[in-house]
């Protein structure tokens, strides 16, 4: 059995991670050599500082609300709603609401 084995059938998203209070939460749902697939969950007020990567990343927003500001441009995001964060611009992340979004890292 492999370490994300809990993936290899049909699942809900949103049903797949939980909300902790005044927590963000991450659950790797695939890694390899080009990149991966991650869920979190974010209490409101949570945030990621200021960071960038060398790769691109898509963040796929699916539930509640949450401000990604990307070489300091704020975006608004809900559910349902996606964005791209480019390789090696600083981006951000903050909680408006509790909100799951999942992150796909696309390595070169």
Do not use: W
């Not at 960038?52 to 809900?78: R, V």
């Not at 996606?82 to 070169?108: C, D, G, Q, V, Y």
């Amino acid at each position: 059995m492999d370490e994300f084995s809990e993936f290899n059938s049909a699942s809900t998203l949103k049903k797949s991670i939980d909300y902790v209070k005044a927590a963000t939460v991450s659950k790797i749902i695939s890694k390899t050599k080009n990149g991966s697939v991650t869920l979190f969950s974010f209490d409101i007020g949570q945030n990621l500082s200021e960071h960038s990567t060398p790769f691109d990343a898509l963040a796929i927003i699916i539930d509640g609300q949450c401000t990604i500001s990307i070489d300091g441009k704020p975006h608004s995001l809900s559910e349902g709603q996606m964005i791209r964060m480019p390789a090696n611009i600083p981006h951000t992340l903050e909680a408006i609401s509790p909100f799951k979004m999942l992150l796909i890292m696309l390595k070169n």
